[in-house]
């Protein structure tokens, strides 16, 4: 694929699929409603195929969270008209991307066809172009778009169909060979629903967090942080059987130059950063011992890359996944001298990961993980099932209904059962079945609010089915295969299929865990989030981002590391006071990397973010962690992404300090260099009070203690003890300038530094 989509061919491509959006929305509920799906009972003049779809459907949309009135029977159809539009859109722009590349293929055949062969085969079978081209990538993706999905059988309206293929062909080919355009497709798919939800002030719950807290992710950030973890691994293990390479008198691109990986046209670690080590003798802050990678060389992970695991707890459209899929392949060639194919289909299979709040973001992460291995093949080969899963699915059903599935698969799909004497056992397959079934009920009822922190040892303690999830997902598969199962209990099995993937996923433990973790401060929280963070992370519960880094280390084991991208104030904030004292005292920092604002190459998210790399194990005797700082000095203009991205790379200087010095700053502010052994102003002074009137009894008031404020009465911001909404806000100050009440003819009124009072 070619370079990133310039900033003309994105903004078009956001333009494009907003509209298609609108078209495809519009499109699925005019062909809803036709179907009545939205009504109580199905039209009279429906076919019996028509009416078995709309039985498909409701389930589908009430399985999706739609709404269904007991006594009228009428059912909302909101959430299932968005599936039935993105399902369409989707299936034709994979489609696009898969022929523009090469790798849409024929499945009689097996043979690679053009977009312009499709056509021809249409014309022949009598068949829409793009519907064709759409129906061999469902063929290609079963993991994405399942086998009889009802969503792809609804019919949309032939216009809307129409305006879909017109906005479609009217992007140029180079969107569809850029290497960053299908992380940008749900972005863009999201982008208005996030403006409104934004704008509305709400607090964010289950069905605004993922618009909300979705984030492209610059590929610097992915490169920066696998290239100082694994990276830094391999390096490390280079460095120990090669140690005349530490000793000479070399620099960083050297090192790196002799850390490149060569199967397969080769892999540079551009940003693994490298450090000298001290010895005695050494001038304060010259080191000039042997070098080592900067972040460490990760002394407890496994020694061969075929037994690392790697997972992305919120992977979105899959840019770590991606990243980690071309270096592990050439690592592992490297390593075991596997053929390319061969290298693939292991990783696909034994190292990479992933979870996914928004079921929809993780089709796409599947999409680009399956797109890239085909690119690297050459040709679309076979793949395994790929170790991706939606964390953020709920039963939206009760326990009873749920586990009724169980009951259903044993009646009507054959299920082998086993009698004892008394002729009383249940088959062999409903028991663990319904016991399954009820777990999965448990876990995932709060899944659409929290996703991947959901912790399975936790919420199911003492549940001895709790480790059998790739049983539960094969008994469900075998129900899912006899079809013997009705409409509504099909949809519950599906779902749970996938929640006992994610929750084999969400079970496990990983030797490196690697993210962008969603951003939300707890003010912007709906209450169940709030909740959830009180019950399980009090010490981070002031951002979904802290909350994240706390769930992670229970990944890890006990040598696991997470390289992570979070909001930069949690390492200076006073109300993070408590987790920085946690985890400077028990997880090893290994490098912090602060970005600042304009780390992102979109002005819509001007984040202060840093990248963290830190290791479950508690940090040895005077373990020294690495810092580097790309952000720009107070009252400077912001440096610029790419900007950053360069000092990364090696420009920008990179210092080292003891962690352990870390706790004796103020508040365990987290700070580049040590703040040194001079006295504080404290020491010296007393701070006896802030800004303030000399007599605010008399002209301070609260705004409602006023009948209206005007010429005479301003607002005042204030300090605050605790953070509260509108905190500071209450004050109003008199200012007349002139007359009997005016602060300047008032006695005893002291005006200090002669300045305005606001």
Known sequence: MSATLPPDLRSNFAKTIQKAGHVGEAGAGQALASLA?????????????????????RARGRQLGDRRDRKTRRQGIDQLAHEVAYAHWHRMLFARFLAENGLLTEPESGVAVSLEECGELAREQEEDPWTLAGRFAV???????????????????????????????????????????????????????????????????????????????????????????????????????????????????ELRRAARLEAEGGYDFSYLRLVRESREGDEDGEPAGPWRPAAGSFPGW????????????????????????????????????????DAVLKVLRDNLFGLEVDPRCAQIAAFNLAFTAWRMAGRSIALPPLNIACSGQAPNATEAEWTAVAESAEATSGLPSKRDFFDTQPSLAAGPL??????????????????????????????????????????????????GLPAELTERAVAARGMAKAAELLDGTYTLVITNVPYLGRRKQAEAIKEFADRHFPVGKNDLATMHVLRIFRWLGEHGTQAVVTPQNWLFLKSYKELRGKLLKGRRWHL???????????????????????????PKRGWRMAMVDVSAPRGQ?????????????????????????????????????????KPLLAEHGHGHQGIATGDYPSFGRK????????????????????????????????????????????????????????
């Open 592 to 618: 912090l990397a602060r970005l600042g604002p304009r780390a992102f190459q979109t002005p819509m998210w001007d984040f202060n973010v840093a990248l963290n790399i830190l290791s479950a194990p508690t």
């Open 434 to 483: 319904h016991s399954g079934m009820a777990a999965l009920h448990k876990l995932f009822k709060r899944a659409p609010e929290v996703g991947s922190l959901l912790d399975p040892s936790r919420a199911l303690e003492g549940d001895l089915f709790r480790a059998d999830y790739p049983a539960l997902q094969g008994l469900l598969s075998v129900a899912l295969e006899r079809e």
């Open 37 to 57: 799906v939205d009504r109580g009972q199905p039209y009279p003049s429906m076919s019996h195929a028509e009416r078995t779809l709309r039985n498909q459907l």
């Open 139 to 253: 063929h290609m993706l079963p993991a994405i778009f399942r086998p009889h999905d009802p969503a792809l059988k609804v019919p949309l309206a032939p216009e809307a169909s129409q305006r879909l293929v017109g906005l479609l062909e009217s992007l140029p080919d180079a969107v569809f060979t850029a290497s960053d355009s299908l992380g940008w497709t749900y972005q863009f798919w999201q982008a208005e629903r996030k403006d409104k939800i934004n704008a509305s002030g709400v607090k964010i719950g289950a069905r605004e967090l993922p618009p909300v807290t979705q984030l492209f992710t610059e590929r610097y950030m992915v490169l920066f942080l696998f290239h100082n973890t694994i990276g830094a691994w391999h390096a490390g293990k280079l460095l120990a059987e090669q140690p005349e390479l530490g000793r000479d008198p070399v620099g960083e691109e």
């Open 637 to 677: 203009q912001p440096i610029k992404a790419h900007e950053k991205a360069a000092l990364l790379k090696g420009n920008a200087v990179l210092h080292t300090a003891s962690q352990a010095e870390q706790l004796g700053n103020p508040d365990a502010v987290v700070m580049n260099r040590p703040i040194g052994k």
């Open 302 to 341: 496994p020694r061969r890359a075929a037994e690392l695991r790697v997972l992305d707890p919120c992977c979105g459209s899959g840019h770590f996944l991606v990243e980690g899929l071309q270096l592990l392949v050439r690592l592992r060639m490297d390593e075991e001298g596997l053929a390319l194919e």
């Open 703 to 758: 705004f409602w203690e006023i009948p209206e404020p005007g010429s005479t009465w301003e607002f005042q911001q204030s300090t605050v003890r605790n953070i509260v909404d509108f905190g500071g806000r209450e004050h109003v100050l008199h200012r007349e300038e002139e007359g009997e009440r005016s602060l300047q003819r008032r006695k005893g009124v002291r005006i200090q530094g002669g300045g305005d009072l606001g």
